[in-house]
């Protein structure tokens, strides 16, 4: 006997079938420890940048002379070209050196370092005035060997200390200088120190040239900067320095400056341990490796058949799906058997829908068609008890179709024959 189920009850068993595949928030609970790494990293790389200042510099280049930022030199060009000094951009070295021999001054920024020890011998010998902007450890060694660098400055400076006309005219400089000290043999050969701060060094230093012009070093580049060349004496340096001709070079060196030739290579650049260290890793690598690894070759010498058994598959699979918690995807598969066992059993063609199999399995059974439907589809278990009862459910639909369709005997009749 076959009951129907209510047009309502019927109609709302689609309705409350759901898909059961996991939701974003529930991948997102799976992968939370990548996601929290993820975060870690982003977040320490952005500290990085910060720390190191990346993404906070101006664009433009460092006292760039069409840089308006406040790290360029535009407002000192202008003012510079206000009172008839001409000032031009050098693009190489060779342009550098060309205007140095015609008389003109020289600024020189090379904040990367690139130029070599020729370079600056060639460019000092031929500038009758040329004025470094912090000058590197290179820079000094080849254009003034006895002056060192010698840190910051502990704030702005008043005592001139020397007999440089500019800095006589500039009287005080402002905060965020560099000092540079001289040793006894540069005072020798003629450097001097002004803007002195105590007996730490001195944010300017004069002396003589390679061909006997005048070479000026600026400790910092804080005197030509647009920020900071209206403060204290900056201006009145920086154009005491620059304005000396009527024509100025500015240059600063790019990375077709470098001496490519001249450069170290990879095995001088490298420690003299590094290469024992790394012949010592490789080969305890191989050896462990040898140690640790497989045999070469099969396991056993002939090639027997190995048969492994379909319960310790299932077994196998089913301890994943506990240790992982995937009680959806271990109720699916139990569900995907319980339809095709069901289906064969009521001679139900391959092709048909799950909806098709519960309303067949309820007609055979007796049972409420949509409590079939949420059975085969619809219910999720919210923990190992619920999957338990779930699965013991299916067993017993099944079970429930198998009797159906059983032949019924009457015991009563000894000849065993249908009533």
């Not at 009521?346 to 309820?362: G, H, Q, T």
């Not at 198998?402 to 032949?407: L, T």
Request: hydrophobic share 45%; glycine share 12%; proline share 6%.
């Amino acid at each position: 006997m076959t009951t129907t189920a209510p047009p309502d009850v019927a109609e709302a068993a689609p309705a409350t079938a759901r898909s059961i595949t996991p939701t974003v928030r529930e991948q997102l609970r799976r992968r939370r420890a990548w996601i929290v790494i993820a975060a870690v990293l982003v977040l320490g790389a952005l500290l990085l940048l910060a720390i190191q200042g990346g993404g906070l510099r101006p664009p433009g280049p460092v006292l760039g002379a069409d840089n308006a930022g406040p790290a360029g030199s535009k407002a000192l060009v202008e003012v510079l070209r206000d009172h008839g000094v001409a000032v031009t951009a050098a693009g190489t070295a060779d342009d550098a050196v060309a205007g140095a021999r015609r008389g003109a001054t020289i600024l020189l920024y090379d904040e990367f370092a690139v130029l070599d020890a020729d370079r600056l011998d060639e460019l000092s010998a031929a500038a009758d005035r040329l004025v470094v902007a912090e000058p590197a450890f290179t820079t000094l060694e080849g254009i003034a060997s006895g002056v060192r660098l010698a840190g910051a400055a502990s704030g702005p400076l008043d005592d001139v200390a020397c007999g440089t006309r500019a800095a006589e005219r500039a009287g005080e400089l402002s905060d965020g200088q560099r000092l540079l000290t001289v040793d006894d043999e540069a005072a020798a050969a003629g450097w001097e120190g002004c803007f002195r701060d105590g007996r730490f060094g001195y944010a300017l230093v004069t002396g003589p040239g390679a061909s006997g012009g005048e070479v000026a070093l600026v400790a910092a580049t804080t005197v030509f900067e647009n920020e900071h060349v209206d403060e204290a004496g900056n201006a009145a340096l920086a154009i005491g320095l620059l304005g000396a001709s009527d024509e100025l070079v500015w240059y600063l060196p790019g990375p077709g400056d470098a001496d490519g030739a001249g450069a170290p290579g990879l095995a001088e650049l490298t420690p003299g341990w590094v290469s024992p260290v790394l012949v010592l890793a490789i080969a305890a690598v191989i050896a462990a490796g040898v140690w640790r690894g497989r045999r070469f070759g099969p396991l056993v010498v002939e090639r027997l058949p190995v048969q492994v058994p379909a319960g310790e598959t299932s077994q196998g699979r089913a301890r994943l799906y506990a240790r992982s918690a995937a009680r959806r995807h271990a109720l699916d598969q139990l569900r995907i058997g319980a339809i095709g066992r069901i289906s064969a059993v009521l001679k139900l063609p391959r092709s048909a829908s799950v909806d098709a199999v519960a309303d067949a399995a309820a007609a055979a059974t007796g049972r409420d068609a949509a409590s079939v439907a949420r059975l085969l589809v619809g219910a999720e278990p919210a923990g190992d008890r619920d999957l338990v009862d779930l699965a013991a459910e299916l067993e017993r639909l099944e079970h429930d179709v198998a009797a159906s369709v059983r032949p019924h005997t009457d015991r009563t009749d000894p000849t065993g024959r249908r009533p």
